[in-house]
T-cell receptor
């Protein structure tokens, strides 16, 4: 079974621009979560989607948004990029979210650099 | 802030067992203990999880104390490919959909 696929793998953007990252979950998985990883803050939860609905959200500004499509694929968008948005963005999928027998399976991330 | 406490680093000889401790004294009754690891430049990889019974799979064993305030991940025969940051996390259900609170983890280095 194919794993979680994230595209693109690397991205370079300029301050003020916006960016869209894509995530294809494992087949059959309906929950998709997004995380930001930086050297200073570590792994931080952004939001989670299930059946096209956002069920949970972390403490990030409104510039960070996401959506999920009917085939469970997900995108996240960051508008008005800041230098501090430079990070590894990770997507994780699971059958139903954080539940006893529904662990998260992560992709290898998109490395975003903002200049 | 992370709800678990782990040693920042550990060394292990190749072929030997690696025992990774984790304290989670604030764990509540319905929360599970999860272990993940992250190899450099990759996303975190799920290893194992449990509630109160010891668990074993093809990757590792998880030993949870009777009071559930601590656990140990055991890699039975460490290989160089097990060099990674290991994260211990406890989370419940429903209100924590998709959310795992990662701490700093334990950097494990397996040496030849």
């Amino acid at each position: 079974k194919a794993g979680v696929t994230q595209t693109p793998r690397y991205l370079i953007k300029t301050r003020g621009q916006q960016v869209t990252l894509s995530c294809s979950p494992i087949s059959g998985h309906r929950s998709v979560s997004w995380y930001q990883q930086t050297p200073g803050q570590g792994l931080q939860f952004l939001f989670e989607y299930f059946s096209e609905t956002q069920r949970n959200k972390g403490n990030f500004p409104g510039r960070f948004s996401g959506r999920q499509f009917s085939n469970s694929r997900s995108e996240m968008n960051v508008s008005t990029l800041e230098l501090g948005d430079s990070a590894l963005y990770l997507c994780a999928s699971s059958i139903s979210g954080t539940a006893p027998n529904s662990p998260l399976h992560f992709g290898n991330g998109t490395r975003l650099t903002v200049t | 802030d992370a709800k678990t406490t782990q040693p920042p680093s550990m060394d292990c000889a190749e072929g030997r067992a690696a025992n990774l401790p984790c304290n989670h004294s604030t764990i509540s009754g319905n929360e599970y203990v999860y272990w993940y690891r992250q190899i450099h430049s990759q996303g975190p990889q799920y290893i194992i999880h449990g509630l109160k019974n010891n668990e074993t799979n093809e990757m590792a064993s998880l030993i949870i104390t009777e009071d559930r305030k601590s656990s140990t991940l055991i890699l039975p025969h460490a290989t160089l490919r097990d060099t990674a940051v290991y994260y211990c996390i406890h989370e419940g259900t429903t209100d924590s959909w998709g959310k795992l609170q990662f701490g700093a983890g334990t950097q494990v280095v397996v040496t030849p």
